[in-house]
């Protein structure tokens, strides 16, 4: 029999705290590589579809490092052989997939959902397979609710559904899940549907975490890969690689990803074997062309990462599998068009022997057999047809909502007698709430009384230029002008918001400070323009603080730009109000790290040296910054660096 069951179950987590207020208008996390090195490696132009902000999402930064047993909801299927585990309220994650007959888990599981900065909107946690779309890097749907419920086929086959309206690119996508009677394999399928006018750029990884031991391989068709340090892109035969076999992921000395070059005519597949041979298989039509080893490295920074992210131990690598060859790319989605493809989950129970023998073709050969063995060409291709046969089926049961922007966009695309979403992902009024008011009004009469967070696209900007006379319309066409970026545009509608009547103190913040971000970006040059930008950065960041001066987040980001300037005295000075007493205070270490960092470029290594010895703890800090390794080497030269600031992944 094969089940589908709402349950729970008790984890340790972090409080994720609400979201933030300040539209992301900035650079993206994941600085883009240079398009030379993709066109050096064959990858064409990599500069293609990288968006310019995140907007109109918002941050996810408001929690901290403490853990807290929690009932977290569950939507569990089950058959004869496999137990999978989803956690709808946190992206949908599949945090688990216990293969019944080796009595193994194929995913790292932990019993924590520990928060750090590795998303795209900062909050990010480890484990399972998780979904990722938008944009290089984790996805902003990654620790927010989805829709979900049951659909149930004409054929007798109940299916799990996940869909949300993903806000960047203005594409519904959905993940049907469902595990037939004495399947091995768990089946997933995706769709991505662009219901606009014109191509967006489309992205999409599914993200698996994979445990990782001394005897664990990965294995996929591939005779090359795209390795990436963070710093190149090179094409290299990853079994002989920096004098080494890279595939054993505990024989990587530093964190490194292998994008597999899997050819378009081989079954695509990537799979982890462990000392017995078992482990997770990511098998998939061939829409999904792409496969990804990535390592920790077995350095003290490697482990210590993963010591962060896994407070309970274990250690684990990621296999995924993607659109393109490799995520630096991204492919283009046309008008009116949909994407969808079926992936397939299981344990390829491998022969360690032939698994893990020096010859990699060998180890392929094998490992390929296996999977045709565990789930053929043919029997795949049908389950995928099945799927589609599903995907514009209602859902019969909804067990669980989402956020309610795809409900705002479902009714501003009836009003604009656009066409409607796929009737598979419904978007009901019942999801709307308190941040789509605001916006539901201007829709239904055209008046605009301000908002807290917004949506985006041309849409919206007509429908705010109609509000005569009224500030803050201005202030939000300014806001979806600087998130597409067009700076110039943008500059032009803050200055004429704040030259208007009828701004809150609040707006007059935001619209000083985006004034202030994008004289940021304009710091290009030591002298002449660079420096006045820099000279209007710290001045327009310096007001919006003075009218805002509870916003730890908009300090944290002015004290960003002023130390960029070169202006650590002008940084201190801000912070000098700040009480560092509440070691609880979610922004406390982040605000006490730029403190760190405003007396170092001052030269006052004492003071420094000082804190660091007390103790800086950041909860968000950065997957890749180095920056309490730098400040310990240049205040406390010739000690020892303390474990806890080692976040080294080069």
């Known amino acids: 029999m094969t089940s589908i069951t709402v349950s729970s179950r008790a984890l340790r987590t972090a409080t994720l705290g609400p979201d933030g207020t300040l539209p992301l208008l900035g650079p993206l996390p994941e600085t883009p590589y240079d398009p030379a090195a ?55 994650r599949l945090w688990e997939l ?19 900065n590795f998303a795209l909107r900062n909050a990010w946690f480890a484990g399972g397979i998780e979904w990722n779309i938008g944009t290089r890097g984790h996805s902003p749907t990654t620790c927010a609710p989805l829709h979900h419920g049951i659909v149930r086929g004409p054929d007798g086959q109940d299916v799990l ?52 031991t001394e005897g664990s391989r990965v294995i996929a068709p591939a005779a090359t890969a795209y390795s990436s340090d963070y710093s190149s892109i090179t094409v290299v035969d990853p079994s002989h690689y920096e004098g080494r076999d890279c595939t054993w992921p505990a024989r990587n000395p530093h964190a490194n990803d292998f994008f597999f070059d899997v050819p378009a005519s081989t079954r695509k597949w ?60 991204h492919l283009p989605l046309p008008a009116g068009a949909s994407w969808s493809w079926t992936e397939a989950y299981g344990n390829a129970a491998v022969s360690p022997e032939l698994a893990h023998v020096e010859d990699w073709a060998a180890a392929q050969a094998h490992c390929g057999e296996r999977v045709d063995a565990l789930l053929g060409r043919d029997a795949l291709e049908e389950a995928h047809q099945a799927a589609e046969a599903r995907m514009d089926l209602p ?42 008011e605001p916006w539901l009004a201007l829709l239904r009469d055209g008046t605009f009384e301000g908002a807290r967070t917004q949506p985006a696209g041309p849409l919206w900007d007509e429908r705010l230029a109609l509000v005569a006379g009224n500030s803050s319309a201005v202030l939000h066409r300014a806001f979806l002008a600087h998130g597409e970026g067009r700076h110039a545009d943008a500059r032009a509608l803050y200055l004429e918001a704040l030259g208007g009547e009828g701004l809150s103190t609040g707006e007059t913040a935001l619209a000083q400070r985006g ?18 930008a820099a000279r209007e950065a710290v001045a327009r960041y310096r007001t919006a603080c003075a009218l805002a001066p509870d916003d730890r987040r908009l300090l944290a980001e002015a004290l960003e730009a002023i130390l960029a300037a070169g202006q650590p005295e002008e940084g201190l000075a801000l912070l000098s109000g700040v009480s560092f007493g509440n070691a609880t205070e979610f922004f406390h270490g982040r605000l006490l790290l730029l403190k760190a960092r405003a007396l170092h470029a001052l030269g006052r290594t004492d003071e420094v040296a000082e804190l660091l010895k007390a103790g800086i703890e950041v909860p968000d800090l950065r997957e890749g910054a180095n920056v309490l390794r730098e400040l310990w080497e240049a205040a406390v030269p010739g000690e020892p660096l303390p474990v806890r600031y080692d976040f080294t992944m080069s």
């Open 270 to 329: 990537v799979l982890n074997a462990d000392d017995d041979g078992d482990g997770l298989v990511m098998l998939s039509t061939d829409r999904l062309r792409g496969r990804k080893l990535f390592v920790w490295g077995t350095g003290e920074g490697g482990r210590h990462w993963q010591r962060w992210l896994t407070p309970d131990g274990g250690e684990y690598a990621e296999i995924q599998a993607g659109l393109a060859q490799t995520q630096f790319q």
């Open 395 to 436: 859902v019969d049961e909804i067990l669980g909502r989402g956020n309610g922007w795809g409900a705002l966009e479902a009714v501003a695309r009836d009003r604009a007698g656009l066409g409607a979403f796929p009737a598979g992902t419904p978007f009901p009024e019942s999801s709307l709430g308190p941040e789509q």
């Open 161 to 212: 559904r996940f869909w949300e309206y993903e806000r960047l690119r203005g594409v519904v996508f959905q993940v049907d899940a469902w595990l037939p009677e004495d399947s091995p394999v768990l089946f997933v399928s995706v769709r991505v549907g662009n219901t606009q006018d014109h191509d967006v750029p489309l992205y999409w990884w599914s993200n698996a975490a994979v445990p990782q």
């Open 515 to 532: 004034l202030g971000l994008l004289a940021w970006g304009g710091q290009t040059a030591v002298g002449g323009a660079g420096a006045e």
């Open 98 to 116: 216990f293969d019944k007959r080796s009595g193994k888990q194929l995913l790292h599981t932990p019993g924590t959902l520990q928060l750090a």
């Open 38 to 92: 993709g066109a050096a490696a064959g990858l064409g132009d990599i500069s293609y579809g990288y968006p310019p902000s995140l907007h109109p999402y918002t941050a996810q930064d408001g929690y901290g490092r403490s853990l807290e047993e929690r009932e977290v909801t569950t939507v569990v299927l089950e058959n004869e052989l496999l137990r999978a585990v989803f956690l709808p309220d946190w992206g949908g």
